[in-house]
């Protein structure tokens, strides 16, 4: 089955600086990538996700790549603020399965 | 865009009784849900998938006798988690798509604690 490697674990970034987070899949037959933003006891929120079509795609401060030959795909924070702390996770899902399979997580912190 | 519910957001129970967790849609119809576990500051695991007036497909590792899945129309599923031990608290959490290719939408979760 799929497997999807994430990295850093954490990640502390100075206010207004970026943040990356790299994810990784084994399944070159993945076409589809979320990611999602969870604070502390809640939900998981959609904040960006890409089809394989696409090598970028982009929404305000949010940014995310696919590599499709490298297997990897990043979500790019620009000018962070401190309500972009939370848990962020990656996801795939192959063309014709439901599931969808997660990574470990980031914790982002961002530092007034 | 689509909503999902849960209910209850949390539940505290004894040891050896039973919990049920649903799950709805709340604006559109799902033939299939998921059901997740995640414990505190690790990932969300699958543990079944719950379909549509059939049974559910249980992920590896997960009991389908303790977890149990109904889901008996479109807008509804639930997950019971029969004879409860301290091990199963955890946050359980639903997810479920409107149409086939569109984003996991998720449910609030159900804080579960076993005493």
Request: hydrophobic content about 30%; charged content about 20%; some cysteine.
């Amino acid at each position: 089955g799929e497997n999807v490697e994430q990295h850093p674990s954490t990640l502390s970034v100075q206010e207004g600086d970026s943040a990356v987070i790299k994810c990784t899949y084994s399944d070159s037959a993945s076409n589809y990538f979320p990611w999602y933003k969870q604070e502390l006891g809640k939900r998981p929120q959609l904040i960006i996700d890409i089809r394989s079509n696409v090598g970028e795609k982009k929404d305000q401060r949010i940014a995310v790549t696919l590599n499709k030959t490298a297997k990897h795909f990043s979500l790019h924070i620009t000018e962070t603020q401190p309500e972009d702390s939370a848990v962020y996770f990656c996801a795939a899902r192959t063309f014709g399965n439901e599931k969808l399979t997660f990574g470990t997580g980031t914790r982002l912190t961002i530092i007034p | 865009g689509a909503v999902v519910s849960q209910h209850p957001s949390w539940v505290i129970c004894k040891s050896g009784t039973s919990v049920k967790i649903e799950c709805r849609s709340l604006d559109f119809q799902a033939t299939t849900m998921f059901w997740y576990r995640q414990f505190p500051k690790q990932s969300l695991m699958l543990m079944a998938t719950s379909n549509e007036g059939s049974k559910a497909t249980y992920e590896q590792g997960v009991e389908k006798d303790k977890f149990l899945i109904n889901h008996a129309s479109l807008t509804l599923s639930t997950l019971t988690v029969t004879s409860a031990h301290p091990e199963d608290s955890s946050f359980y959490i639903c997810s479920a798509r409107d149409g086939g290719d569109s984003p996991l939408h998720f449910g609030n979760g159900t804080r579960l604690t076993v005493t």
